[in-house]
């Protein structure tokens, strides 16, 4: 019997009582990554995750991530669902804590695409006691 690759599957978070996708962007001024989350079902926007401050320095793999108002939560959100490690430091700013990505984003990406993860990343969430 042939055994079949397990393709990525879309990182799913619940936010403000929707099931949402995470669509990858980039900040066009200098080129980071934008997090967008859509509403599974129907895909429309619910909110856009992080915020750009091209002032600020980032390590490769972090995002700021906008944690008030009508964002309140999601960075608890996030860290749940594994999609990010809880934060670093907090910026000068308002309330957008420097988050590192707990899932791997490819260095090049269509814009608009889905977060997925990865069969291994899925069973290592499922199952944190697997170390390959």
Not at 58 to 81: M, Q, S, W
Request: net charge neutral.
């Amino acid at each position: 019997m042939e055994r079949r690759a397990r393709r990525p599957e879309p990182v799913v978070v619940n936010f403000l009582g929707h099931e949402c996708l995470i669509r990858l962007h980039h900040y066009r001024i200098n080129d980071r990554l934008a997090l967008q989350l859509v509403d599974r079902r129907t895909r429309q926007s619910i909110t856009f995750a992080t915020v750009n401050f091209p002032d600020l320095d980032l390590k490769p793999g972090e995002v700021f991530i906008k944690d008030y108002a009508e964002n309140e939560g999601l960075v608890r959100t996030l860290c749940e669902a594994n999609v990010i490690e809880p934060p670093g430091p907090q910026t000068d700013h308002i309330w957008c804590p420097t988050c590192k990505l707990a899932v791997d984003v490819p260095q090049k990406f269509k814009e608009g695409a889905f977060l997925t993860r990865a069969p291994k990343e899925l069973d290592r969430q499922m199952n944190p006691d697997i170390t390959r």
